[in-house]
């Protein structure tokens, strides 16, 4: 490999994180230029130490697994839930029109809306925060399903009948492949929505979780700590999405190309 | 005298809709011979497709009865393949998966099913795009996917609904030459819905010809054969008989076009 090729390879593994370097670089120069007091906004050096703290002392596993616990169990729920309604209500036209409205309206209401009722119901508990991530959750899944299931062509089912399939049958060759591009993106939008309003809910549950992590470290001004939260739920997030959400996207999608209609 | 393969007597079809009943076909009577290629042309609206997916079982008649060997048709069946004119084959299996899916569906074991698959992809002029997926293929080789797929699960009878009407001409009229050698060596009764005079005659052992909506049968045209082989368009178009046919349909078929 010549040196050349390194730096293009270097180059091309790196340049995601410049405009995170850009950022970091304002930040700092607005810390030490406009001598902003620590009150308000710490140094990035201060928080990598707030960093370095947290890691050791075990506290950000600590919070920061409640956090992908309670996402997790939500994903699952929500999944295991979620499609098999979308199905149910994509296959029976009466159904999905009749349901479309509703759905359309419990979109309106974001998880958060429900805190008030949820406490009042289930108190101040992890319960509270799973009820309303999955709802968060469930909504766009059981909507994507609906509509990609409702998207597939009239004629790949009648055709498929008349080569004898049966109902089980039709399910696994055309309703499942058809809607699962959609289904994906019915869950990698739950799951963005889902974990903003997990750390909502953390932090007026006050659990555990990073939610409550960054809303407690207010009362004690710990800007630092705010901060390391606020960084570690933005990379949490990428990294459940690159992991998880888009290798499967990626699978469909590219292989079976853009579906004709 | 043979026994007719299709028979539909006294069909009349009402669409229920927000607005009212919509009146699809007028009265339809038809018998269908095992063996026989029937091609139907009409105008847009007339009712082929509705009459076709009758005979298919996908929707119960709201008047009439149909047989197929003399038995009434009560759903879809695997003795009655459907090829549509677009969106039939599945985006998500390879031409080889999709060929193979009637077989797979009433269980044939894999060899037996891989053999049949590969004989029609042959068939077919498909071979070296047995792995690829239907958006790499062009819309003439989906419909060859298509029609090979109906093929391969071999029912008795086939019902084409504008198979090539959204395929290029040069294609189609490759596709109309293949469809006529593979009717005449395997015997198929064949139902085929077409907008193109030309292909109507062409395919055709008898060419039913329908009024405007709500359709009725007004005409209809024995196309004899010469020889037992599929036709070609060269001696096609040549053949002043056929020429004389082709002519008599096109006539009954312009006095049908809306004013
Ligand atoms: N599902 C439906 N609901 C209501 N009306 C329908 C439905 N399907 C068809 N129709 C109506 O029934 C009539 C016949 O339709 P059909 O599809 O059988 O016509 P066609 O002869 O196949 O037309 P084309 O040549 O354009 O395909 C048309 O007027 C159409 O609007
Ligand atoms: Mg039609």
């Given at each position: 490999?010549?040196?050349?090729?390194?730096?293009?390879?270097?180059?091309?593994?790196?340049?995601?994180?410049?405009?995170?370097?850009?950022?970091?670089?304002?930040?700092?120069?607005?810390?030490?230029?406009?001598?902003?007091?620590?009150?308000?906004?710490?140094?990035?050096?201060?928080?990598?130490?707030?960093?370095?703290?947290?890691?050791?002392?075990?506290?950000?596993?600590?919070?920061?697994?409640?956090?992908?616990?309670?996402?997790?169990?939500?994903?699952?729920?929500?999944?295991?839930?979620?499609?098999?309604?979308?199905?149910?209500?994509?296959?029976?036209?009466?159904?999905?029109?009749?349901?479309?409205?509703?759905?359309?309206?419990?979109?309106?209401?974001?998880?958060?809306?429900?805190?008030?009722?949820?406490?009042?119901?289930?108190?101040?508990?992890?319960?509270?925060?799973?009820?309303?991530?999955?709802?968060?959750?469930?909504?766009?899944?059981?909507?994507?399903?609906?509509?990609?299931?409702?998207?597939?062509?009239e004629n790949?089912?009648l055709a498929?009948r008349s080569?004898?399939?049966?109902?089980?049958?039709?399910?696994?060759?055309?309703?499942?492949?058809?809607?699962?591009?959609?289904?994906?993106?019915?869950?990698?939008?739950?799951?963005?929505?889902?974990?903003?309003?997990?750390?909502?809910?953390?932090?007026?549950?006050?659990?555990?979780?990073?939610?409550?992590?960054?809303?407690?470290?207010?009362?004690?001004?710990?800007?630092?700590?705010?901060?390391?939260?606020?960084?570690?739920?933005?990379?949490?997030?990428?990294?459940?999405?690159?992991?998880?959400?888009?290798?499967?996207?990626?699978?469909?999608?590219?292989?079976?190309?853009?579906?004709?209609? | 005298?043979?026994?007719?393969k299709i028979?539909v007597?006294?069909f009349?079809h009402?669409f229920?809709?927000?607005?009212?009943?919509?009146?699809a076909t007028?009265?339809i009577?038809i018998?269908i011979?095992?063996?026989?290629f029937v091609t139907l042309v009409g105008?847009s609206g007339c009712g082929k497709t509705t009459l076709l997916k009758a005979i298919a079982g996908f929707i119960t008649p709201?008047?009439g009865?149909i047989?197929c060997?003399?038995?009434?048709v009560?759903g879809p069946g695997?003795?009655r393949g459907v090829v549509f004119q677009e969106?039939a084959?599945?985006?998500?299996?390879?031409?080889?998966?999709?060929?193979?899916?009637?077989?797979?569906?009433?269980?044939?074991?894999?060899?037996?099913?891989?053999?049949?698959?590969?004989?029609?992809?042959?068939?077919?002029?498909?071979?070296?795009?047995?792995?690829?997926?239907?958006?790499?293929?062009?819309?003439?080789?989906?419909?060859?996917?298509a029609?090979?797929?109906t093929?391969?699960?071999?029912p008795?009878i086939i019902l084409m609904d504008e198979p090539?009407a959204?395929?290029?001409?040069?294609?189609?009229?490759?596709?109309?030459?293949?469809?006529?050698?593979?009717?005449?060596?395997?015997?198929?009764t064949v139902f085929f819905i077409t907008h193109?005079?030309?292909?109507a005659?062409?395919?055709?052992?008898?060419?039913l010809?329908m009024?405007?909506?709500?359709g009725?049968i007004?005409?209809?045209?024995?196309?004899?054969?010469?020889?037992?082989?599929?036709?070609?368009?060269?001696?096609?178009?040549?053949?002043?008989?056929?020429?004389?046919?082709?002519?008599?349909?096109?006539?009954?078929?312009?006095?049908?076009?809306?004013?």
């Amino acid at each position: 490999m010549t040196s050349a090729t390194i730096a293009r390879t270097v180059w091309r593994d790196t340049r995601i994180l410049l405009p995170f370097v850009v950022l970091i670089a304002a930040w700092w120069a607005l810390k030490v230029g406009l001598d902003v007091s620590d009150q308000l906004l710490v140094s990035p050096p201060r928080v990598w130490d707030g960093f370095v703290y947290l890691v050791t002392h075990g506290i950000l596993a600590e919070y920061a697994s409640t956090s992908l616990r309670i996402i997790g169990i939500s994903a699952l729920i929500s999944f295991a839930i979620g499609v098999p309604l979308g199905f149910a209500v994509g296959t029976n036209r009466y159904a999905s029109r009749a349901l479309e409205g509703t759905l359309r309206f419990l979109q309106g209401i974001s998880g958060i809306a429900w805190l008030p009722l949820a406490i009042l119901w289930f108190g101040f508990t992890h319960t509270t925060t799973l009820v309303i991530v999955i709802y968060t959750l469930i909504v766009p899944i059981v909507f994507n399903t609906m509509t990609g299931v409702r998207a597939i062509p009239e004629n790949y089912v009648l055709a498929l009948r008349s080569l004898g399939a049966g109902p089980v049958r039709i399910v696994t060759d055309v309703y499942l492949p058809g809607a699962l591009p959609s289904i994906v993106v019915g869950m990698r939008l739950g799951m963005g929505y889902g974990w903003r309003a997990l750390i909502a809910a953390e932090m007026l549950v006050r659990q555990g979780g990073l939610g409550d992590l960054i809303f407690g470290a207010r009362s004690f001004n710990q800007i630092d700590r705010i901060m390391v939260g606020m960084v570690v739920i933005g990379v949490l997030y990428i990294v459940v999405d690159r992991l998880l959400v888009q290798p499967i996207e990626t699978l469909t999608l590219a292989r079976w190309g853009v579906l004709r209609r | 005298m043979q026994a007719d393969k299709i028979t539909v007597t006294g069909f009349r079809h009402f669409f229920k809709t927000e607005g009212g009943d919509v009146q699809a076909t007028g009265s339809i009577d038809i018998a269908i011979r095992p063996g026989e290629f029937v091609t139907l042309v009409g105008p847009s609206g007339c009712g082929k497709t509705t009459l076709l997916k009758a005979i298919a079982g996908f929707i119960t008649p709201t008047e009439g009865t149909i047989l197929c060997d003399g038995k009434p048709v009560r759903g879809p069946g695997r003795d009655r393949g459907v090829v549509f004119q677009e969106l039939a084959i599945l985006p998500w299996r390879t031409v080889r998966r999709n060929i193979g899916h009637g077989l797979e569906i009433a269980r044939v074991p894999k060899a037996e099913r891989d053999r049949a698959v590969a004989r029609l992809i042959d068939l077919m002029g498909l071979a070296g795009f047995e792995d690829r997926y239907p958006h790499e293929l062009s819309g003439g080789m989906r419909q060859r996917v298509a029609v090979a797929r109906t093929w391969a699960a071999d029912p008795e009878i086939i019902l084409m609904d504008e198979p090539f009407a959204a395929v290029d001409a040069m294609t189609r009229l490759t596709l109309q030459e293949e469809l006529g050698r593979l009717c005449a060596t395997t015997r198929k009764t064949v139902f085929f819905i077409t907008h193109s005079v030309e292909e109507a005659v062409f395919l055709a052992d008898r060419v039913l010809v329908m009024t405007k909506r709500p359709g009725t049968i007004k005409a209809v045209l024995d196309v004899p054969r010469h020889d037992a082989g599929g036709r070609d368009w060269d001696s096609f178009t040549s053949d002043p008989e056929m020429r004389a046919i082709a002519e008599q349909v096109m006539h009954l078929v312009h006095a049908e076009r809306v004013a």
